[in-house]
């Protein structure tokens, strides 16, 4: 079992900064792939930045160049630094941990945090 729990989100002005945290538990999650995906009202989840257990990332075209996903192993918790913030940016982010298994996938969800990006 993996218990993710995110912080860090809040009321920022385009242009702004924000770092999201996911502070995980559980045994095995380094070897998790993890990621932060996103829901806007109205709109379906997308996935925003994934990082795999070997470093490798992903990012959506829309947050290239502007958000960055880390993870510090010690402290076992997984980052999201949003720079240059927009106003689409607004919306509730998860923390997703993902594990491919020989016939199934599992994935554990955070709770959310609000993001919201004043214009």
């Known amino acids: 079992q993996v218990q993710l729990v995110e912080s860090g989100g809040g009321l920022v002005q385009a242009g702004g900064s924000l770092r999201l945290s996911c502070a995980t538990s559980?045994?095995?999650?380094?070897?998790?792939?993890m990621g932060w995906y996103r829901q806007a009202p109205g709109a379906q989840r997308e996935l925003v930045t994934e990082?795999?257990?070997?470093?490798?990332?992903n990012y959506a075209d829309s947050v290239k160049g502007r958000f960055t996903i880390s993870r510090d192993n010690g402290l076992n918790t997984v980052y999201l630094q949003m720079n240059s913030l927009k106003p689409e940016d607004t919306a509730v982010y998860y923390c997703?941990?993902?594990?491919?298994?020989?016939?199934?996938?599992?994935?554990?969800w955070g709770q959310g945090t609000q993001v919201t990006v004043s214009s």
């Open positions: 997703n941990a993902r594990l491919r298994l020989k016939f199934t996938t599992v994935n554990y």
């Open positions: 559980g045994r095995g999650v380094s070897s998790y792939t």
């Open positions: 990082l795999t257990s070997v470093g490798t990332t």
